[in-house]
């Protein structure tokens, strides 16, 4: 992968891991009561942020590689899936259907929090979404490392 592509990916891995830290952090304080909507609209943020992260990520993938973002209503889903095996599309790096499909949780969820109002959040959903982002970022950080050598 190209230098400044890795040292600008390793930026925003790094921001992620921050985030992921400050969602251990809050959980800590909710583990055995029922969260405030301070603390669901807190750890909301956190997710919303994650997601931007990973999104950030794949479009300096296509900066670097030269090709145009997706355009239209559904650029958030059509920029996901030119990551996933058999999509036909001219990126190099392919991650896995399980992690397309955790991430795709991840994008909806962003758009229902940017869209909605923290006091509709749901406990159950929010509560998945982040006792597996730890698992979810190191995934998708070992998927990435998978194409270290991919010319960029």
Do not use: C
């Not at 830290?21 to 304080?29: A, G, K, V, Y």
């Not at 889903?77 to 999509?87: A, C, E, K, Q």
């Not at 955790?102 to 959040?121: A, I």
């Amino acid at each position: 992968m190209n230098p400044k592509l890795t040292d600008e990916i390793n930026i925003d891995i790094d921001s992620m891991l921050l985030i992921v830290s400050d969602i251990e952090h809050l959980l800590n304080e909710v583990v055995n009561n029922t969260p405030t909507n301070i603390h669901k609209t807190a750890l909301g943020g956190f997710v919303a942020q994650f997601y931007n992260g990973i999104e950030n990520i794949l479009k300096r993938i296509h900066k670097y590689l030269r090709i145009d973002l997706p355009k239209g209503e559904d650029w958030h889903i059509t920029l996901l899936d030119r990551f996933s095996i058999g999509s036909g599309s001219k990126i190099p790096i392919k991650l896995s259907n399980d992690l397309i499909e955790k991430l795709t949780d991840y994008r909806r969820f962003r758009h229902y929090f940017f869209h909605g109002y923290s006091h509709n959040l749901n406990w159950d959903i929010l509560k998945d979404a982040v006792i597996d982002i730890n698992e979810v970022l190191n995934q998708f950080i070992k998927e990435m490392k998978d194409y270290e050598n991919v010319p960029m």
